[in-house]
């Protein structure tokens, strides 16, 4: 089935420190691909939705310089977070739905889990 | 209100017990519904995915969507203690590019 790869898994920096969270689709394509955030015991909150070839969109509240997102490839998306600071600490989780099998549903990474000190 | 509601529990069972999880949704704009499974510091994994209401079924589990009353719900037959994780309910309007809405999820513990 489809497959979706994020990494790293777990990160544990300094505040100021900028981070890359890479996701990969590995046997499909993705035109999206979202990026959501997950603080303990709470849902998944979108954060962006990634566009191959485009910017991203980001929802309200999310700040855009804060939290860049590169779409390079239509099996690459990648999340940085600049100038990280504890209150950034949370599991960030990205997915993707191939855009060859519509009818399937969004296929999600394991997640990483980010911790700044 | 919010979109999605769904009881965070916990929820303990004993092993081969029913386990009936649900979520109400206010959008009535929603057309296709999933269910996830996510275990501790890991993403979520997809159980069940419907779009019509009635019952859909694959193995234990059970999707069940009620559009007319907003309600959709899981079951899960002869618990196993594998099953024990969390339960996030999603949903959608579109079948394909935009982000799912989720429910906050349900910790359901089940001890053999």
């Known amino acids: 089935g489809a497959v979706v790869s994020q990494h790293p898994s777990r990160v544990i920096c300094k505040s100021g420190t900028s981070v890359k969270i890479e996701c990969r689709s590995l046997d499909f394509q993705a035109t999206t691909m979202f990026w959501y955030r997950q603080f303990p015991k709470q849902s998944l909150m979108l954060m962006a939705t990634s566009n191959e070839g485009s910017k991203a969109t980001y929802e309200q509240g999310v700040e855009k310089d804060k939290f860049l997102i590169n779409h390079a490839s239509l099996t690459l998306s990648t999340l940085t977070v600049t100038s990280a600071h504890p209150e950034d600490s949370s599991f960030y989780i990205c997915s993707a739905q191939d855009q060859g099998s519509s009818n399937q549903p969004q296929h999600f990474g394991d997640g990483t889990r980010l911790s700044i000190l | ?112």
């Open chain 2, 1 to 112: 209100q919010k979109e999605v509601e769904q009881d965070p529990g916990p929820l303990s069972v004993p092993e081969g017990a029913i386990v009936s999880l649900n979520c109400t949704y206010s959008n009535s704009a929603f057309q296709y519904f999933m269910w996830y499974r996510q275990y501790s510091r890991k993403g979520p994994e997809l159980l069940m995915y419907t779009y019509s209401s009635g019952n859909k079924e694959d193995g234990r589990f059970t999707a069940q969507v009620d559009k007319s009353s907003k309600y959709i719900s899981l079951f899960i037959r002869d618990s196993q203690p594998s099953d024990s994780a969390t339960y996030l309910c999603a949903m959608s309007v579109y079948q394909a590019g935009t982000a799912l809405i989720f429910g906050k999820g349900t910790t359901l513990s089940v001890s053999s």
